[in-house]
C-alpha cells in the first residue's frame, strides 16, 4: 500500500523525504508485498514452480505462466484446496536510518518476521479464475515526522486480480481476450518490467524502490479498484484499456486495511491503457510496451475539494533467454510524469521521472544473481508553491540469491547510493544529520528469507 504525500505535507516532505530514503523504500514494500510463486497454481496445473517463473525466481513469468494469467488462472484442474500460504523474514542495516531514530530503526540487522500472507487462487469454472492475497504485516510503520514505530500487526487486503477469459485458437490465429477486476493499477500486467512486478518483488528490498516515485509506480495499490477488458492477438500484439474508481463503498473489501485519514480518493475514473508487442524465437522471448495512467487524486486524503492531477506515460522493454540451466532476464522502465496541482489553480506542475534497469542471471534454477540500477529526479516547476529545488536519487542494486528448494528463496542485496537530494541544502535546514555527509552514508544491507507453500 503506497501513500502518496498529501498537498498540506507537501513542504515538509520534500525536505523530509530524503532524511529516510531506504526506510520509506522498506515501509512501503513491505506493506504491498507483490503475490509471488502462489503453490495452489502449481498443484493446479501440475508443473513445478520453474515452468511458471524463469529460473524458479518467483515471480518473474516465463511464456507459459504469462499464457496462465492471461487465461483468467484457469489451465489445469480444478483444486480442491486452492490455498497458499507466503511469509519473510528479513534482516536490514541502514545507518541512515539509525542516525535519525536512534534506537527506533528497523530491526538494525536482526532477523525479523516481517510480513505473511493467505492466497487463495485458481480455476473457479473454465473461464473464470482469480488471485487474491491477504497480507498479515509484523513490520515497522512511518508515524509522525517519519518516526518509526513497531506495530503489534496490521492485516489488510493486498494484490487481487478476477478474472474472465476466453482462448480461441484455428489454424492461423490465437486470441486471448478477458476481462480483469482488480485492485492495484499494473498489478493484472503479465510482464516484469511493468511497475507493479518488475522491480518491487522482493518484499522490503531497498533499491527496488525511490522516495520519489510516479504514481504509477504502485501509488494506488490497494486504493483503486478497476476493471477492464484485454485482448492477446498471435502472441504479439497485446492491448488492455481499463478504469479505476477510489475502492470504497461496495469494493471497499478490496482495500480493507487502509486507514481512510491514508486512502488517496481518485476524482471520477482513471483511465488506464497498456500495449506491448511480443516476439518469440528459439529460447528468447521479448517485449517492448506502453502504458499511460491519468488519475485526479484530491488533496489531503479527502473525497472532495481541489484535485491534482497525475499524467503517467511509460516505456518498458523486457528480453527473457530460457535454457536448462541458464536463464536471463533483462528488464527497463522509464515513468515519466507530471502532476499539475489543483489547489494552486493549475499554476504549479512538478515532472517527476523513475527510470529503472534490472539483470538477473540463474544457474540450474538454484543460483542467482541480480544488478538494478535506478534513477529517479522530480522537478519543481518555478511558479510551485512549495519550492523550485530539484531532487533526485541514483543507486545500484547488487544482489546474490539461492533457491534450495523450489518455493524458499534466501537472498543478500546491498544498495549503494551514488547520489542522494540536495543533502548540503537539508542539513542547512536542518532535516539532515550533519554526520551524513555523502550518499554513501545511507547505503544500506538487506537480508531476506521468503517462503511459500
Known amino acids: 500500500m503506497k501513500y502518496r504525500i498529501s498537498s498540506g505535507m507537501r513542504a515538509m516532505a520534500r525536505h523530509l523525504q530524503w532524511v529516510l530514503p531506504t526506510a520509506l ?83 538494525d540487522g536482526a532477523l525479523t518476521f516481517a510480513t505473511s500472507s493467505l492466497f487463495f487462487g485458481g480455476k473457479l469454472t473454465d473461464s473464470i479464475g482469480a488471485l487474491a492475497q491477504y497480507t498479515w504485516n509484523n513490520a515497522y510503520n512511518n508515524g509522525q515526522n517519519n518516526t518509526w514505530f513497531p506495530l503489534t500487526g496490521t492485516a489488510g487486503s493486498d494484490n487481487t486480480d478476477f478474472r474472465y477469459a476466453q482462448h ?78 477510489t475502492g470504497d463503498g461496495v469494493f471497499s473489501f478490496l482495500t480493507q486495511g487502509i486507514p481512510s485519514s491514508a486512502m488517496n480518493y481518485i476524482s471520477g475514473t482513471a483511465p488506464y491503457v497498456r500495449l506491448a508487442l511480443t516476439h518469440d524465437w528459439g529460447n528468447s522471448n521479448a517485449m517492448i510496451g506502453y502504458t ?25 522493454f523486457q528480453y527473457q533467454y530460457i535454457l ?35 539483470a538477473s542471471y540463474t544457474y540450474e534454477a538454484k543460483y542467482g544473481v541480480t544488478l538494478l540500477y535506478s534513477n529517479g ?23 546474490v540469491f539461492w533457491i534450495p528448494i523450489q518455493n524458499v528463496r534466501i537472498g543478500y542485496q546491498y544498495t549503494i547510493y551514488t547520489s542522494l537530494g540536495d543533502i548540503a541544502g537539508q542539513q542547512a535546514l536542518g532535516t539532515m544529520p550533519v554526520q551524513l555527509s555523502k550518499p554513501g552514508d545511507y547505503n544500506t544491507s538487506f537480508f531476506y528469507v521468503w517462503a511459500a507453500f
Not at 26 to 54: E, I, K, L, Y
Not at 377 to 399: D, F, H, I, K, R
Request: aromatic share 10%; net charge negative; glycine share 10%.
Open 292 to 316: 499511460y495512467f491519468a488519475p485526479d487524486v484530491y488533496e489531503g486524503n479527502l473525497n472532495g475539494g481541489p484535485y491534482d492531477a497525475y499524467r503517467d506515460n511509460m516505456v518498458d
Open 377 to 399: 529526479t522530480n522537478n519543481v516547476n518555478p511558479t510551485s508553491p512549495v519550492n523550485t529545488l530539484q531532487y533526485g536519487s541514483t543507486a545500484w542494486t547488487p544482489e
Open 168 to 245: 480461441i485458437t484455428n489454424g492461423n490465429n490465437d486470441l486471448i481476450f478477458g476481462v480483469s477486476v482488480n485492485n492495484n493499477p499494473g498489478v493484472e500486467d503479465v510482464w516484469n518490467s511493468s511497475a507493479a512486478w518488475g522491480y518491487n518483488t522482493v518484499p522490503g528490498s531497498f533499491g527496488s524502490d525511490n522516495s520519489i516515485s510516479p504514481i504509477l509506480n504502485q501509488g494506488l495499490a490497494q486504493q483503486a479498484v478497476g476493471a477492464g477488458a484485454y485482448v492477446y492477438w498471435n502472441r504479439t500484439v497485446y492491448a488492455e484499456v481499463s478504469g479505476y474508481r
Open 324 to 358: 536448462d540451466p541458464n536463464t536471463v532476464t533483462v528488464e527497463l522502465s522509464d515513468i515519466n510524469e507530471t502532476v499539475n496541482y489543483g489547489s494552486a489553480a493549475g499554476s504549479a506542475m512538478d515532472t517527476n521521472s523513475l527510470f529503472r534497469a534490472k
Open 25 to 107: 523504500a522498506v515501509t512501503t514494500t513491505v506493506v504491498s508485498m507483490d503475490a509471488a510463486a502462489v503453490p495452489a497454481f502449481a498443484r493446479q496445473t501440475g508443473q513445478n514452480c520453474q515452468a511458471c517463473h524463469v529460473g524458479g525466481q518467483f515471480p518473474e513469468l516465463t511464456p507459459y505462466g504469462r499464457l496462465f494469467k492471461l487465461t483468467g488462472f484457469t489451465l489445469g484442474q480444478r483444486a480442491s484446496v486452492p490455498l497458499a500460504i507466503m511469509g519473510v523474514f528479513t534482516a536490514v542495516q541502514n545507518p541512515g536510518d539509525r542516525a535519525v531514530n536512534g534506537s527506533n530503526v528497523t530491526n
